[in-house]
């Protein structure tokens, strides 16, 4: 029986299914990079698509954007669909100088301010999403075997798009800093809106996550790729994240 937001019968979604938020992106990874693709599903217009890649089946999901609408999609494919491999494909904005525009980053960690983990914890603890290990390693091993650079490590995944971490209380000692530059400070690389839900709901049901994206604007230098570029480019991020998923 399909989920209450997807199409798809039992069989119809690979175990492995890469996640872009937008479903013309998911549209594109599908025809660019899977033989014989086909749309398993178009409710709300959330395609998801499955095809293989080198000859093993994938699957292309798109979810949304943000907590809410990314961990529908998730949940049912973990709890409905049993998939056991899940990688986001999406894009983020740099914070730290270290990142540029179009850089392809490797969530390590996430940070956040969503209540996800509290709701899921009751507050007894503050749970750490993380990536898992398998995954981050072969991902970065092939990155490296096309020679395209990566950069591991922290992001904050935020439930605002526009938001104002302004420090106007001097909490953090000068009056001045804001609470993205203490983020940097401790090494958080970028922002997004949908890993912290990944990386919990795969942990709580035993599957692989992880989550790769391109750098799509920059918070300090205010560069931006277009909207054309979001739904339609970005290569590199998605054959280190379908290499990665085929390995056994």
């Known amino acids: ?13 690979a175990d492995r299914v890469l996640l872009p938020g937008d479903p013309l992106r998911a549209k594109y990874i599908a025809e660019t990079f899977l033989d014989g693709a086909r749309m398993y599903t178009d409710i709300r217009n959330v395609y998801g698509f499955t095809g293989t890649y080198k000859g093993v089946p994938v699957s292309i999901q798109a979810t949304g954007m943000g907590v809410p609408s990314f961990s529908i999609y998730v ?5 409905v669909y049993k998939c056991k491999k899940l990688i986001r494909v999406g894009t983020c904005g740099g914070m730290s100088v270290a990142v540029k525009v179009r850089d392809v980053l490797i969530a390590q960690g996430v940070s956040t301010d969503s209540s996800l983990t509290q709701q899921v914890f009751g507050g007894a603890i503050h749970f750490a999403p993380i990536a898992d290990y398998d995954l981050l390693s072969k991902a970065v091993v092939n990155a490296k075997k096309f020679n395209l650079p990566v950069k591991v490590g922290n992001v904050v995944c935020v439930d ?23 983020m940097v ?11 912290v839900a990944l990386y919990v709901l795969a942990a709580g049901a035993g599957a692989q996550a ?13 560069e931006q790729t277009t909207p054309e570029e979001r739904q339609t480019s970005f290569n590199d991020m998605i054959k280190i994240a379908l290499e990665t998923a085929i390995e056994d």
Not at 210 to 221: C, E, N
């Open 210 to 222: 992880l989550a790769i994206f391109t750098v799509s604007d920059h918070l300090v230098t205010h």
């Open 1 to 13: 029986m399909p989920s209450p937001h997807n199409a798809a019968n039992l069989g119809d979604i």
């Open 185 to 195: 400070q401790y090494g958080i690389l970028a922002v997004e809106m949908e890993s």
């Open 160 to 182: 605002r798009f526009y938001n104002d971490y302004s420090d106007p209380n001097g909490v953090f000692g000068d009056g001045k800093r804001s609470l993205n530059e203490k």
């Open 75 to 79: 949940q049912e494919l973990l709890d």
